[in-house]
């Protein structure tokens, strides 16, 4: 096994149209405005970023990102991730009856020095810290649309 790899997978249902949904996922710069644990983001350039990302467990996590996909008609983002951690992320938004599905997958492998030397004793609080913050996430991305006239649905 490979401590250092880490290799994530949520599923959102959000009651919003999936336009509305892809469209606030896309702007990656105006995620501290809805996710708590987005701490900063800024827009390097035309197709890249940088965020530093803190949950419960207290260290930040620096990342830059470059888009390799950003499809609107299929509604998936792709970025290539470095930083503290290197790999990729994905999300994925397809309709449903009642809103949107929104499926994010991530394939990492950590790159900080302090994160690799905890890789075996710490990795289920990694991986538990990393779902609180994808429940935050879902969580901030529903207020954020019922704010801009969507329905937010049960968290």
């Known amino acids: 096994m490979d401590w250092y790899r880490h290799r994530f997978r949520s599923r959102w249902d959000i009651g919003a149209p999936p336009d509305a949904v892809y469209a606030v996922l896309v702007a ?40 390799e996909r950003q499809d609107p008609a299929a509604r998936v983002i792709q970025a290539a991730l470095g930083g503290d951690v290197e790999g990729w992320a994905r999300w ?37 810290n990393h779902a609180l913050m994808m429940c935050r996430g879902r969580r901030g991305l529903r207020a954020r649309l019922a704010g801009a006239g969507g329905t937010s649905g049960a968290v």
């Open 92 to 128: 994925i938004v397809t309709p449903r009856t009642t809103g949107t599905r929104v499926f994010f997958e991530q394939s990492v492998v950590v790159r900080k020095p302090l994160l690799r030397r905890l890789a075996v004793p710490g990795r289920p609080f990694f991986r538990a």
């Open 28 to 67: 990656a710069e105006d995620y501290p405005r809805w996710w708590p644990q987005v701490r900063e983001a800024v827009r390097t350039g035309d197709t890249g970023g940088a965020a530093r990302i803190r949950s419960l467990i207290p260290y930040d996590l620096w990342i830059t990102a470059r888009e």
